[in-house]
């Protein structure tokens, strides 16, 4: 069984981390795994294991069908195409309409989508492309759900995020006197950032708050870092937008926020998970609705400032009883082995019926 891997970059995004570990997790368990990226190297390439073959299209034009013939010759060459993100899937879908690509081999689209719960319309082209794939997998109940309300495909399966466990270490000697706060998220407006910074405004002197995130949106960018100099917080709040991976970053940091008005995992969640790391976030996506059962104080219902920092004091002041408690959580509910067993039997499961 050959599997390919399909996106348009590896820069840093939830969904092009999920390829990232889905490839290695598959290539260690020695499965014949590629990874084809439309348009060229980025900044997640080098977290491939270095034994998996890479192909960049370089795709400059999507209307050149020069660069659809090439696909087309890469593409036949494999009998599983698993391919991530719609505008992904609505470039290859192209094949679908001039060769019997989607009738000879396995091609199944998986969505990332985390706008769902607020965006369930979709174009009548891009509805086509789903339902011409040999299945649709998503990473939610939210999104499986919402295929199967709109009749997306006759096979819909569900694969949930996981974060790989790291390497590094979990940081017991963290300062008791200065207490570190991270926020993990690209720079869009659904990240809601200026709530971030009404939190930080009115939260204690003693906490130092650092975000993360990847200039995806600058006029967003700048709108933040105006947000904060009227707020008079620069000296409470450090943003880095050069770093390619976070995990490792995590252990200096007491907890976690995601203030996000939308998302389908959230996957930072589960990365605070996989580092023990206690977090307060908003109550949308499978992984806070998971952890709120467990964890009621992680997760927020409303964006009220005081309800917020209510939860952030307690959290801060019993951190050590919850880092006890994340990491059987984190094994139970995240575990490598059952995503791999999953995926490879969506995978034998719709070869079988070829």
Known sequence: MKVLQVIDHLNVGGAERVLVDLTNILNENQYNVTVLCLLKKAKLDEQLNKNINVIYLHRKNKFNPLYLIKLYIILRKYDVIHIHLRQVLRYVSLLFYTTRLNKKKVIIFQDHFG?????????PSIKEAMKRCTAYIGVSDQLTNWAKSNTINSNIFKLSNIVRQNKVGINSNLS??????????????????E???QLIAQSSDEYNYTIY???????????????ISDLKIEDKVTIITDCDNIVSELPKYHLGLHCATSETGPLVAIEYLSMQIPFVAYNTGEV????GKTFPSFIQKDFNVENWNTNINTILEHRADFVKELKSFFTKK???DAYLENCISIYQKLIAKQ
């Not at 769902?116 to 319309?121: A, H, L, S, Y």
């Not at 990847?214 to 947000?227: A, C, E, F, G, T």
């Not at 806070?288 to 952890?291: H, I, L, Q």
């Open 115 to 123: 706008k769902i719960d607020t965006e369930k319309t979709i174009s």
């Open 176 to 193: 008791s006197t200065q207490i570190h706060i991270v926020s993990v998220g690209n720079f869009r407006p659904q990240k809601n950032y």
């Open 195 to 197: 709530f971030l910074c």
């Open 213 to 227: 995130g990847q200039l995806v949106d600058l006029n967003y960018y700048h709108k933040i870092k105006d947000l």
């Open 288 to 291: 806070a609705m998971d952890v």
């Open 334 to 336: 995240y575990s490598e």
